[in-house]
């Protein structure tokens, strides 16, 4: 079936404004704040194969195209011809869904005429999903409750053995099932509509559109690859760690309408958790590309279908279980950063210098008015220059989860937070100057000592700048002003104070080239 160039346009952009309607009906009717305020979610549409189709805009850039692999998973516990109108599954596994057990995926299918004609998803981040979020674990028994791919409704009904066990097993159970039960509605809200797009296109069914939206998206990213001689670029970057520094490897070959992702020689995983699964690692080195050279096209199964990655197994990229992922961000988020930089040699013009990431943020635990609390701030860093921009401050890539309102933290915690400026001189020189980190200070104010854990890097190892480009500044993090670990949980006394000092964005191109009146702007608005 062909569908005409301008009603498949119509029907996508349809599909793609449902799943941000579909997402931003979640976000008003969620209980936390990770959800509400950071928009640390996403909504995705997936064919009757499931494959995505189409996911809302706003979706943090480690979910993109995750569900796919976790419905999979999914459906070799309960196969489709198990499954029964109103079902809804669950589960959290983090090698099988994002990459740790603080993200939820639930998957409803969605029948019509006795068949299942698609599938929609959502994912979103739960800010205690029991045990003691340590820098200190082992093994991924220790981060967590693990729940395995189970039916949260049956026929419509919640399932009471499911909430029960959540119920048990985490501190503040209201407000993950509250954030559960706004995804339900939002399935029941979107799903007639889906349909009635369709109907009102003269489209018999998702199936033919998504052929059409995979072929076409597939063809885009092809022909940008191709239009890029072809090269192969060898590249490492050095994170932190903890006893010791870990080097992430990439080989990346362009190779007419394909482009190859080899992390061969990546460092092999360890016993701490920082530990990248397969499809965190898919997901972010996937996302360097389609910013690089499909960066219009809406996500979807086709745009990657160009694109080949190597991850050994057993590398920090790709652990074998039973290794700690709870902080695989501080692996994930330097791949894109990689991509981009091996890229910059083939594509200078398209790419952006290293950001102050992997983002930072913390955890505060404790006791407010006899209830217990559980809290996440996050805090960026300064982004890289590009060959015609300098970076923005405060803004990393390659997350981009919003923060929360200062008022409103401090209404939820016993905290005041005192500082929140910037760093001047954080940025790396260049022709183009890096964002600029930022300094932010808690201070204890409530009678009862509350727990910070956190898990920072780019303190030994700033973020390089790019084709001759300055690095930017490293941060730190200070406990009443002293330097304490960048990965550590510290209980705090009422009245101290911890500081977090993020770091800033590499430069681009050679710092003899930045004109005077840039240099006169820097200094007028105290960037240096």
């Known amino acids: 079936m062909t569908i005409p160039a301008l009603r498949l346009g119509t029907a996508w952009a349809r599909l793609c404004g449902l799943m941000d309607e579909a997402a931003e009906s979640f976000v008003r009717t969620s209980f936390s704040s990770v959800v509400r305020d950071n928009w640390d979610m996403a909504v995705g549409l997936m064919d009757s194969a499931g494959r995505q189709v189409a996911q809302s805009s706003r979706s943090v850039p480690s979910f993109v195209g995750t569900m796919p692999r976790t419905l999979a998973v999914m459906l070799r516990r309960y196969p489709a011809a198990t499954l029964r109108p109103g079902d809804v599954l669950i589960s959290n596994d983090g090698y099988h869904g994002t990459g740790h057990l603080n993200d939820i995926t639930m998957v409803k299918p969605l029948f019509r005429q006795g068949h299942i004609a698609a599938w929609i998803g959502s994912t979103f981040h739960c800010?205690?999903?029991?045990?003691?979020?340590?820098?200190?674990?082992?093994?991924?028994w220790e981060e967590g409750l693990t729940i395995p791919v189970a039916r949260i409704l049956r026929a419509g009904e919640e399932n009471e053995d499911v909430v029960a066990f959540l119920e048990a097993n985490l501190r503040q159970p209201e407000e993950a099932l509250g954030d559960i039960r706004a995804q339900l509605a939002m399935y029941d809200q979107a799903e007639p509509r889906l349909f009635r797009i369709?109907?009102?296109?003269?489209?018999?069914g998702l199936d033919p559109l998504a052929e059409e939206i995979f072929t076409r998206s597939e063809r885009a990213m092809s022909a940008a690859i191709a239009a890029v001689p072809d090269g192969e670029v060898i590249d490492e970057v050095t994170a932190d760690g903890f006893e010791h520094p870990v080097t992430i490897r990439l080989r990346l070959a362009v190779q007419g309408e394909r482009i190859l992702l080899d992390f061969t020689g990546t460092d092999a995983q360890i016993a701490r958790p920082v530990n990248s699964p397969l499809n965190f690692t898919r997901a972010y080195s996937n996302y360097a590309v389609k910013c690089a050279f499909d960066p219009a096209t809406p996500n979807?199964?086709?745009?990657?279908?160009?694109?080949?990655?190597?991850?050994?197994?057993?590398?920090?990229?790709?652990?074998?279980?039973?290794?700690?992922?709870w902080g695989r961000h501080l692996t994930?988020?330097?791949?894109?950063?990689?991509?981009?930089?091996?890229?910059?040699?083939?594509?200078?013009?398209?790419?952006?210098?290293?950001?102050g990431s992997p983002l930072w943020n913390v955890y505060f635990t404790g006791e407010k008015d006899g209830r217990r609390f559980v809290r996440m701030f996050f805090m960026n860093g300064g982004h890289g220059a590009a060959a015609?921009?300098?970076?923005?401050?405060?803004?990393?890539?390659p997350s981009n989860v919003a923060t929360q309102p200062v008022e409103q933290f401090e209404n939820a915690v016993p905290m005041l937070i005192t500082e929140k400026s910037l760093i001047a001189g954080s940025g790396g020189d260049g022709a183009r100057r890096g964002g600029l980190g930022q300094r932010i200070g808690f201070t204890v104010v409530g009678d009862t000592a509350v727990t910070a854990t956190y898990r920072h890097e780019r303190v030994q190892h700033p973020p390089r700048g790019l084709l001759g480009g300055g690095a930017g500044r490293g941060g730190r993090d200070l406990l009443n002003g002293k330097p304490v670990a960048a990965k550590a949980r510290i209980v705090l006394q009422p009245g101290d104070t911890i500081t977090f000092e993020t770091p800033g964005g590499g430069g681009f191109g050679d710092p003899t080239q930045r004109s005077a009146a840039d240099r006169?702007?820097?200094?007028?608005?105290?960037y240096v």
């Open 520 to 526: 006169d702007r820097d200094a007028a608005e105290g």
């Open 388 to 397: 015609s921009h300098d970076g923005a401050s405060c803004l990393s890539f």
């Open 198 to 204: 369709l109907d009102e296109e003269g489209i018999a």
């Open 127 to 140: 800010t205690d999903i029991g045990g003691a979020p340590s820098v200190d674990a082992r093994d991924s």
């Open 300 to 325: 979807n199964d086709g745009s990657f279908r160009p694109i080949e990655l190597i991850a050994p197994e057993g590398s920090i990229v790709n652990p074998r279980r039973p290794a700690p992922v």
């Open 332 to 355: 994930g988020h330097y791949l894109p950063m990689l991509v981009l930089a091996a890229l910059g040699r083939l594509m200078p013009d398209r790419v952006i210098a290293e950001s």
